[in-house]
């Protein structure tokens, strides 16, 4: 082959290289650095209040409910004080309890009573007539033997004497029944009064209690979501803590426990859009043993708000549609932090427009196009 000839290929050859440059496509990828972060924003549970540090009940990397006490300052004093309250409380509970048994006592006996006096009245009328129905019969009997009728008279004066007495007595009451009845009703109206001052006492200590629980409540801390304790800033006992002072970050549980933050570089950012795919490769394992994983772009920030090697890009958010790597059908699970580096597809180009970036570029930049 002649020097002629094989130019002639080597143009011929050239020429059919340019042409196919223009329909063969080329995947253009950005490459970004990237870490493993929580689905959700981290929650942080904090001292509602100050106080000394009295029982932690969490522990790092442990699993809480929302709701749940995780952390309580010293408030033995309060509890002390709330647990007199309750026997107190008990204590006018059953005084009440004993002067709303009185009160209905008097009240459901108001009529009976007065049934009741009038027949005590009745049976000391009768007692009194039989009384002197036995003095008569006892004169009648006596004889003339000195000793029985000594011992007789001696019967009749003391049975005279209780008929006597019981007339007596029969006369007061009969006189004293109004008073009786006066006396029962100021009765009545002290218990009215004990029981309404008793009943303003137990509002005074229901009140209390209330309170206490509220200085109680404030002395304990709460997780804000159910989730896995990330960090706890105060791990030890009998610290001193201040109001609004952060205790404890807790990662939320949800279905999509994770989620990729990407950094790219401003350059890039232009071509970038929601909803892009995004292979990502996770540094700690060997994609070519463990495999990559797959997820879109969820969110773009609007301006370089995260710094990152002491420049600062833009945030990006990735959703992995998994969690976990396998090999060998055992997963591997990602892990808060775990650094890692994803691509991201912008699309596709012709090889020739590839090919001839730098050039148009360099152009461009000197002012020729």
């Not at 000594?150 to 007596?168: I, T, W």
């Not at 509002?203 to 209690?209: A, G, K, S, Y």
Request: hydrophobic fraction near 40%; charge should be negative.
């Amino acid at each position: 082959m002649t020097i002629k000839q094989s130019a002639l290929t080597s143009c011929l050859l050239l020429a059919v290289l340019l042409v196919s440059s223009l329909y063969i496509p080329i995947e253009v990828f950005t490459r970004a650095e990237g870490e493993v972060v929580p689905f959700h924003p981290l929650s942080h549970a904090d001292f509602p209040d100050d106080g000394v540090l009295l029982t932690i009940r969490i522990e790092e990397g442990s699993y809480v409910e929302k709701g749940a006490v995780i952390a309580e300052l010293d408030n033995r004093e309060m509890k002390l004080n709330l647990q007199i309250l309750h026997e107190k409380q008990q204590q006018m509970e059953k005084k009440l309890a004993l002067l709303n048994g009185l009160l209905d006592e008097q009240l459901d006996n108001d009529t009976i009573d007065e049934v009741a006096f009038n027949d005590q009245i009745q049976r000391f009328v009768t007692l009194q007539k039989n009384y002197r129905d036995n003095v008569d019969n006892l004169e009648s009997l006596v004889n003339l033997d000195t000793k029985k009728n000594a011992a007789m008279q001696q019967l009749v004066k003391k049975n005279v004497a209780g008929a006597l007495q019981a007339d007596d007595s029969m006369q007061k009451l009969l006189r004293n029944k109004k008073d009786l009845l006066k006396a029962r009703k100021e009765f009545e109206e002290r218990i009215i009064f004990d029981i309404e001052r008793y009943e303003e006492r137990q509002r005074d200590i229901v009140n209390t209690i209330q309170l206490n629980k509220l200085y109680i409540e404030k002395t304990l801390v709460f997780a804000p979501v159910s989730g896995i304790v990330r960090h706890i800033y105060y791990p030890a006992e009998g610290s001193f803590v201040s109001q609004g002072d952060k205790f404890a970050d807790i990662i939320e549980s949800s279905d999509s426990p994770f989620k990729i933050r990407l950094f790219v570089a401003p350059s890039d950012i232009g071509m970038i859009e929601e909803n892009d795919d995004v292979v990502i490769r996770v540094d700690t394992y060997d994609h070519s043993v463990f495999g990559t994983i797959e997820g879109k772009i969820s969110q773009i920030s609007l301006d370089r708000t995260h710094e990152h090697r002491n420049e600062r890009f833009y945030r990006i958010m990735v959703t992995p549609h998994i969690t976990h790597l396998s090999k060998g059908g055992e997963a591997h699970s990602l892990k808060y932090g775990m650094t890692l580096y994803a691509t991201i597809e912008r699309g596709t180009v012709s090889l020739m427009s590839y090919l001839m970036k730098p050039v148009i570029k360099h152009f461009h930049e000197v002012g020729h196009l």
